[in-house]
């Protein structure tokens, strides 16, 4: 029997905007957060390195791969916040310069007010992507422990390098060429609590290789197409070469060992894509800008999610888990549960998009040319 929406998201309708801004960061002056870890670390005797070849060339690839955040990237480029926000139609509010503002708390606002916006949307942006790879830094280090294969374990180790390195570098632009960092977002937080608390070694997978990261691919490659800031579309270049790697590692991971899960246990995995996904959705309605903004918050988030824009950005993060979640066999499973989820979501289109299983080496290859373009 499947769970009800009031059981796995704590609210009846996943739409409920005021249910959604009920949730909050109440924890935001606190330096350091802890989460029970109730996972078993996994030994293994058998070290026949090469038993999933798949898995072994991802190994392989990711040993050539690695690059340096301190030296690979061009840190002496200057950056003037303001003028990138005017350049740069990805840190615009998500507000259509159509829509009609008039009795809105926006209809008296002058450029400055709309400058200082795209500003604070770009520090949150990029600080949530931040928490977020320290979320997979910490998840990933989790995968290590938990995971019975030693090619699993080989693979993994060199991610938790990869997302140290993510955060360095996400941390780095964020100090020394936006204007602040915000805090986790609510949203963000209370899923990656879910994905560390949970003690089966596939969850962690599940819910960070393919579904943070799937949307953090997507949101990167969205970025780097729509950035005109020479340092910052680099760094998402290489980020992104990591990730396609890191997405394909969860792929090739769980679709072997999801063939063996009976529908029961299948059932907890395909509720908890459809939580995740509404917990990434809900993150991207950015309350923290509109508090800082000093605008009501209901008010702003409401007139966002009308734009149609915005609807087709929000949709299009899902580009890469869709795809993904029918490779693994997600979508069908127990009489097409999750699809009729995805459908309800607006996201199901993307089904047939190309998963990532291999699309890590064309990424790969345009890093190493150090493409800017």
Known sequence: MSATNEEMLGRSDANDLEAILAITNDDMDSILHAVKDNADAIFTWDYEKGARPKLNRLYEKAKTSMWNGETDLPWETEVDQEQVVLANAANSSGLDEGMDLTGTPFAKWTEKEWIQLGVESQNWTLSQFMHGEQGALLCTARIVETVPWIDAKYYAATQVMD??????????????????????????KMLLDDILGDSRWDMTYLGMQIMVEGLALAAFGFMHQMTTEPLLKQLLRYVMSDEARHVAFGVLSLKEYYTELTDAEMQDRVEFAFEAAVRMRDRFLQQEVWERMEVPVKDAVALVMADDGRKMFQNILFSKIVPNCKK?????????????????????GFEDWQDTSEEYVMLDEVAKD????
């Open 163 to 188: 997302e140290a390195r993510h955060v360095e570098v996400f941390a780095r632009y964020l100090d020394e060429k936006l204007s602040g960092h915000y805090p986790i977002n609510a949203h963000l």
């Open 328 to 348: 693994l066999g997600l979508l069908d499973r127990n009489n097409g549960w999750l699809r009729g989820r995805f459908t309800e979501l607006g996201v199901i």
């Open 370 to 373: 150090r493409a800017t373009a």
